[in-house]
């Protein structure tokens, strides 16, 4: 099972995303650099760029600084965002997960012996469909379907 860390970018590939992690991920992306040009020796990370320039204003020697986007970190804080904005006001201790992993999961989650003699007759298919799909809310993120556990 892959489930999403704060610490990495969440690409809409995991099995499992925490919502925590999300907000988590959301506070540590900087996309914004103040660097020397000529050395490309950064100066600090920010969240905007406003911010970003700000600091630079402040800086007595400014000659050769710049700010400097890293456009994938943006994507990333952009999806990040755009995905807490569809979920609405759900909890920290909320998850999604995967359209991909949802019959995996609905075999992890029933109470059924994976020993048990039932277990190769149980459609799991079915039991995702009836009890996870049926029943939670679904939300894109970065061009896959998740399940929303809202909690």
């Known amino acids: 099972m892959d489930v999403s860390d704060p610490g990495y970018e969440i690409f809409g590939s995991e099995d499992i995303i925490n919502v925590s992690h999300v907000k ?9 650099t103040v660097e020397q040009i000529k050395d490309q020796w950064e100066w600090g990370h920010f969240p905007t ?22 456009l994938g970190k943006t994507a990333e804080l952009e999806a990040l965002r755009q995905l807490l904005s569809d979920l609405g006001g759900i909890g920290d201790d909320s998850y999604l997960i995967h359209d991909d992993y949802l019959e995996e999961y609905a075999q992890d989650d029933t ?41």
């Open 24 to 32: 988590e991920r959301i506070a540590r992306l900087r996309p914004w």
């Open 49 to 70: 760029r406003e911010s970003a320039w700000e600091y630079l204003c402040q800086q007595p020697e400014r000659d050769g600084l710049g700010i400097c986007e890293d």
């Open 111 to 151: 109470e059924l012996p994976a020993d048990s003699p039932l277990s190769p007759y149980v459609d799991w298919k079915r039991v995702a469909d009836d009890n996870y799909r049926s029943n939670y809310a679904s939300v894109s993120f970065r061009g896959s379907t998740y399940w929303v556990v809202a909690r």
